[in-house]
């Protein structure tokens, strides 16, 4: 199992616990996330309680440099981008995470 949870195992987990036709699960966390990335283009932010907030913020811009070319000065326009912070119930939960597994690559999560 990969470190990473995807929109598959996703999908997995709400078969296993519902058992509503996996294509209605597909299409339902399909259609959630395409709200989301929607909202968040519109500049909204999206609030999941006790989970997190998304927020749409600008990142000014600013001079950069090329590592090949040093000397060569960039200017990175301003962008918008989406931070997530998190809830009070998942600040919890990172709370009693075994940072020494989590620095070696090892969630403690069982396989699938």
Known sequence: MSTNLTKREIVLEIYKKT????????????????????????GRNVELRNFGVLEVQVRKARIGRNPNKPEAEVVIPQRAVVKFKSGKILKQQLKKLDLAKLQTGQTGQPGP
Request: no cysteine.
């Open 19 to 42: 058992s509503f036709p996996q294509k209605q699960v597909v299409e339902t966390v399909q259609l959630t996330l395409d709200i989301i990335q929607k909202a968040l283009a519109d």
